[in-house]
């Protein structure tokens, strides 16, 4: 059942795969040491929910200009991964959770790309 109050966007699936990845993230970082708070964590955290919003900040503008922010989106998603790495060979997170977020972030950047190729073809 959908809300009184609802936007477009929230429909996307990419979007909602967005905030799952952000709040897994935002997961992740709370095992971070306290150093990296203003660093490491907190790029990370931002580079993931930027995915998020981005989409929905684009969703509302022409096809061209929404175009634009996917590319961003497809950006931060990228920053994500070597964020990732870095926290894998610091030792904040396991393999296994650099392995998840890859998978995750593949995702978002196919339907990404699909998303501009079905924008570009309209």
């Known amino acids: 059942m959908r809300r009184q109050y609802h936007f477009n966007f929230e429909d996307l699936k990419v979007y909602q795969k967005a905030m ?8 992740q970082v709370e095992n971070f040491p306290d ?3 203003y660093k490491l964590s907190s ?22 200009n929404f175009i634009r922010y ?22 904040y997170i396991t393999f296994r959770e ?3 977020n ?4 593949t995702e978002i950047s196919k339907m990404i790309s699909s998303l501009i190729k079905h924008l570009k073809n309209k």
Request: one cysteine or more; glycine letters at 4%; a negative charge.
């Open 70 to 91: 996917l590319k961003m989106v497809w950006d931060s998603s990228h920053e994500c991964v070597a964020i990732s790495t870095k926290a894998k060979i610091r030792s």
């Open 43 to 64: 790029q990370f955290i931002r580079a993931a929910d930027s995915i998020a919003l981005n989409i929905a900040e684009g969703s509302a503008s022409t096809d061209p």
């Open 98 to 100: 650099v392995d998840e």
């Open 102 to 105: 890859k998978k995750q972030i």
């Open 20 to 27: 799952e990845f952000g709040e897994s993230v935002n997961n």
């Open 35 to 37: 150093h990296e708070i």
